[in-house]
């Protein structure tokens, strides 16, 4: 007999939930909307109609406490991503969270780890490894295609806060402002450098970077006001895998490009590919490869399969690659495939990545990673 639909539930009625997450579990016909919750409840009502979600809250406690809810989806601001995820992991829901689930990844390894006592799945947003073109180019990795990888070099970047009128959000504007604060480096950076873990098959044993802050005053959502924002908008780090291989990666929410910006390249002794995922002339990805005997570069077809139903390369990259996300969660979960990819263990290596490339920058040295655990 079929596994019964997994029923799901959404806290946060944000527009990433509205663009991505939701048209991804509306589009599954294995999974089942049941519920949505905000604060902000006339805005879950919005969505609960234009979705057909039969059931709205004002409160995260209430969504939870539901019985019949298998997953709790968290998409609200990421302050709050670690006290929902903990709540609807005590409750013994598998959980879906926009990242970071917590600026520290120590408490992101507490939270995997508990999640895994309880033999519950989790599943971080990390949109871009689940874009058709990056599905493909992580196949032709595992096939051979580029032999032993020996350079990595990620992008994420694109123009999205050049303007300073563009509110910023995600953002602490209570902070001391005569310290820089990470902001780009985990906004973009956490996506591309779970792309570098995944393609080369290693985590980063030591980093080196900086960052910077390049435009001063800004638009802040939350109070509507002008304000000096000390965040990183651009940034760069190199490191050095455990495995021999080198990286490098930049992200930056001020360089001219369109969305959603990502570049990962992988370089190795047999061959090289190139993914960009940046919508131009109404496409959203590509993929291009080269190999020792033929060095061109050239444009390569993805596969049918690595596409959602329905799904094409002129889709929005927004609901593309969340809709392969969110499939490959409701099969993890109904068990149609093996294990659990991309979860909050992947994401407290990137967490712990995004810690030393700061404690570098503020140190002004190399660190080696893994970064010492809190004392007891
Ligand atoms: N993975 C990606 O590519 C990607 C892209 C965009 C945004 N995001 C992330 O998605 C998250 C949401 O982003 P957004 O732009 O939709 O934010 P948003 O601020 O527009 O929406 C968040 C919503 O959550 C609600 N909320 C706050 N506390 C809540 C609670 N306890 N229970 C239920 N709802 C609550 C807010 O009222 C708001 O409506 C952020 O963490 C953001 O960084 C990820």
Not at 197 to 209: L, M, Q, S, T, Y
Not at 279 to 301: H, M, P, W, Y
Not at 319 to 334: C, D
Request: charged share 20%; aromatic share 10%; proline share 5%.
């Amino acid at each position: 007999m079929a596994p019964s639909k997994v029923r799901v539930g959404v806290l946060g009625a944000g527009a990433w939930a509205q663009f991505a997450h939701l048209p991804g579990f509306a589009r599954d016909p294995r999974c089942e909307l049941v519920a949505i919750a905000d604060p902000v409840v006339e805005r879950a009502q919005e969505f609960a109609t234009q979705f057909g979600i039969p059931h709205v809250y004002g409160s995260h406690e209430e969504l939870i406490a539901r019985a019949d809810i298998d997953l709790v989806d968290v998409c609200t601001p990421s302050a709050t991503h670690f006290d929902l995820s903990w709540a609807a992991l005590e409750a013994g829901k598998h959980v879906l969270c926009e990242k970071p689930v917590a600026f520290d990844f120590r408490d992101t390894q507490r939270a995997a780890a508990f999640a895994r006592e309880r033999g519950l799945k989790t599943k971080l947003g990390f949109t871009f490894r689940y874009a058709p073109a990056m599905r493909y180019m992580k196949e032709l990795i595992d096939a051979g295609y580029i032999g032993t990888p020996f350079i990595f070099n990620g992008y994420e970047q694109n123009s999205q806060w050049l303007d300073p009128q563009n509110p910023l959000r995600q953002v602490d504007h209570t902070a001391d402002q005569s310290v820089l604060q990470v902001s780009s480096l985990e906004g973009y950076g956490a996506p591309i450098m779970d792309l570098g873990h995944h393609f080369v098959g290693a985590r980063f044993r030591e980093v080196v970077g900086t960052m910077r802050n390049f435009i001063p005053e800004r638009m802040v959502r939350a109070t509507g006001t002008m304000m000096r924002m000390n965040i990183d908008d651009g940034d760069v780090f190199i490191g050095e895998f455990t495995n021999g291989a080198i990286g490098s990666i930049q992200t930056s929410f001020v360089t001219v490009g369109n969305y959603p910006g990502l570049e990962a390249r992988v370089y190795g002794s047999k061959g090289a590919l190139i993914c960009r995922l940046v919508e131009e002339n109404g496409i959203c990805e590509s993929l291009k490869g080269a190999t020792a005997d033929q060095v061109e570069f050239r444009e390569l077809d993805i596969p049918a399969h690595h596409y959602p139903p329905g799904g094409t390369r002129e889709e929005s990259w927004r609901s593309l690659f969340y809709a392969n996300l969110i499939r490959s969660f409701i099969s993890e979960i109904r068990g149609e495939v093996a294990g659990n990819e991309g979860n909050f263990d992947d994401g407290a290596h990137v967490q712990e990545l995004i810690n030393a490339v700061e404690q570098s920058y503020r140190a002004r040295r190399w660190v080696s990673l893994p970064l010492p655990v809190r004392p007891a």
